[in-house]
């Protein structure tokens, strides 16, 4: 009587009169097992009868209860239901997702959600004020949970069996066990690009600005070097390992390739124009195209796209190296954050209060920009955004607002040349990258300075026109400074050299300090030496720079993360030591890290030239749609697959 009494205030169709929580049910279930047992004999197999009919009761109810909420999701241990349905992760209002401001102090994003393989978890990246941490949620439960020990992390990944995690700080590499336990370091990972965790038990990730893709094994160890950039032609950004761990897929910027590299002979193949490509147990690999996601049909034999790419998904958040927001479980789960593509902005003016002045030119996804010596014309690249686009660099007349096309195939970032007359450039041709110089009005064709089958990255020319520096990544994923005589009386030359590697270079005002960038600290800080190659090389950021420029002055300006940082300079006379102060913040705001260079200042220092952010707010929902691989067959169908 009394558990029927039970069961009917659970049904009463007045929610006001019906019985509020499962917990208040627990406790008369409890008074009802333990009155029932003292109006009978006792009998331990009655009494034990009792508590099974009373704890199955409230299975029956809490499964019930999960029935009648539409937004509770459960594991399917054999076979996916026929539906999909969908629902949302909210999370707290003091919390969002950590999507693309923290990690390395770049406010570069990389993926922040992750789904357990078997369905069983989802763990995301919180943003919580100044800092992030990995939170973990049980599909079964109505809430996440902080997994501790995760503080400063980013870029979850889950193992095979979905029981271990692994994620990124700044500079290691990390495994948490969900059950419980302090996160094990694994190694030394700096400036990471991805992760996957094979089959084999292996960690494969895409370190050194993703100029190389190595390896370790789960348990820990020395971690070895599979590939670097050198050796196939163009970095290796988020790696996806496919089954039997044989082959890795991962893509190339510039314009943005989904290629597949064979782990058993090394062979690159390019495969489709995209990003962040991950294999769908539904026999297709699923990527990203600007904001959007798209299916195509993939051969784990052949390793080769069978069938045309489908749009399978719109508007999710990606970030500035084309890293999506989404993941897919082998079960077929997908979750995903929406919000467009980060990189789409307006130009503006600051100036050094921090105060904006709009640019009259049209919101798009910009790449690199550098102002004209005049500060009337800036050269920008336009990325790819759909296949068969290449990268283009424009010139834009801030005077005249009129823009035309100056070349194709652009990487890195535009220098100009000090009579403002023509634009040197790094250009990508038959599947190498070197050093060009292209007359600003476009007549003629690009004249090819250099010549090498390692990518090379255009960095500052001098003042006077004479030198100039670029980048060559070496065999060990690293990058070292070359400079060459622009008046063609010698050969290129070993600039500047480090074990570490060496990026951002400018030339100062007066041509005899160099202003660069270095990761020998763990992370990229600021430095300067004497352009000829003397003296000790002097400190100038404090607590990570990148992005180095002069003003005419001196002032030499850098970024930090969301910061803009500038240092009173002291040159000296001729002969005399570099002389820095202290480095004061600016101004900061929500200015995407665009790769390359992602703004300019003017030669008195008093304006720069920015991108600033077209679509911003903080994401705070995950989405989910359960067994998704039934939608993703129906519209590859519907396309004619």
Request: proline fraction near 6%; charge should be neutral; charged fraction near 20%.
């Amino acid at each position: 009587a009394g558990l029927v009494h039970l069961l009917q205030r659970c049904l009463v169709k007045d929610p006001r009169d019906r019985l509020q929580a499962i917990g208040d049910a627990r406790i008369e279930l409890d008074e009802i097992s333990r009155t029932s047992s003292e109006l009978r004999p006792s009998s331990p197999r009655r009494n034990e009868r009792s508590r099974v009919l009373a704890w199955s009761l409230a299975a029956l109810l809490v499964c019930s209860a999960a029935g009648a909420a539409a937004f509770v999701w459960w594991p399917r241990e054999v076979t996916a239901p026929s539906s999909i349905s969908r629902w949302t992760i909210q999370l707290p209002e003091d919390q969002s997702i950590a999507a693309g401001r923290l990690p390395g102090g770049l406010g570069i994003g990389r993926p922040s959600i992750a789904l357990s393989p078997d369905d069983r978890y989802i763990v995301y990246v919180v943003e919580r004020g100044a800092q992030t941490m990995l939170h973990v949620r049980a599909t079964n439960e109505f809430e996440g949970k902080p997994i501790p020990g995760t503080e400063g992390s980013f870029q979850p990944f889950f193992s095979p069996d979905g029981q271990w995690v692994g994620f990124f700080t700044d500079t290691k590499l990390k495994k948490v066990f969900l059950q419980g336990g302090s996160p094990v370091e694994l190694c030394d990972a700096v400036h990471v690009y991805g992760a996957s965790w094979g089959s084999d038990d292996r960690i494969y990730f895409a370190d050194r600005e993703a100029n190389r893709l190595t390896r370790i094994a789960a348990t820990g160890g020395t971690p070895e070097v599979v590939a670097n950039s050198s050796e196939v032609g163009t970095t290796l950004l988020w790696p996806h390992i496919l089954p039997g761990s044989k082959a890795v897929l991962f893509n190339s910027p510039f314009p943005g390739t989904i290629n597949v590299l064979s782990l058993e002979d090394r062979r690159r193949r390019p495969l489709i124009a995209g990003a962040s490509a991950a294999y769908a147990a539904s026999g297709h690999i699923v990527f990203s195209r600007g904001s959007d996601v798209l299916a195509a049909t993939f051969d784990l034999e052949r390793l080769a796209i069978t069938g045309p790419a489908v749009p399978v998904l719109e508007n999710v958040r990606t970030e500035a190296l084309d890293a999506s927001q989404f993941s897919i479980s082998t079960r077929g789960t997908l979750a995903y954050v929406e919000g467009g593509f980060a990189r789409y902005a307006n130009l503006v003016w600051l100036d050094r209060q921090g105060r904006e002045t709009p640019v009259d030119v049209p919101a798009q996804v910009y790449g690199s920009f550098t102002l004209s010596p005049d500060g009337r014309r800036v050269a920008v690249i336009i990325p790819a955004q759909a296949e068969g686009q290449t990268n283009d660099i424009w010139i834009y007349d801030l005077e005249r607002r009129n823009r035309r096309p100056l070349a194709t195939r652009v990487q890195n970032n535009p220098v100009w040349a000090p009579d403002g007359r023509s634009v040197f450039l790094s250009l990508e041709q038959n599947s190498a990258v070197n050093i060009y110089r292209q007359t600003v009005d476009g007549t003629g064709v690009a004249e090819r300075l250099t010549e090498s089958r390692y990518n090379q990255f255009l960095q500052t020319v001098s003042p006077d026109g004479k030198i100039l520096v670029y980048g060559e990544s070496t065999a060990s994923g690293d990058r070292d400074f070359w400079s060459l005589r622009l008046d063609g009386s010698g050969k290129p030359q070993l600039y500047l050299q480090t074990p570490a590697r060496e990026v951002f270079a400018a030339f100062s005002p007066d041509g005899r300090w160099l202003a660069y960038v270095n990761d020998a600290a763990g992370r990229y800080e600021v430095y300067v030496v004497a352009a000829d190659g003397t003296g000790d090389r002097r400190l100038v950021s404090t607590e990570g720079g990148e992005e180095p420029r002069w003003s005419a002055r001196g002032d030499l300006f850098y970024r930090n993360g969301q910061q803009w940082m500038a240092v009173a300079v002291t040159p000296g006379a001729s002969g005399a030591a570099f002389s820095a102060g202290r480095p004061q913040t600016l101004f900061e705001g929500p200015f995407p890290n665009i790769p390359g260079y992602s703004y300019d200042v003017t030669a008195d220092g008093q304006r720069f030239l920015m991108a600033r952010e077209a679509v911003t707010g903080r994401s705070r929902e995950i989405r989910i749609v359960l067994n998704w691989f039934e939608d993703l067959k129906q519209r590859v169908r519907a396309a004619g697959q």
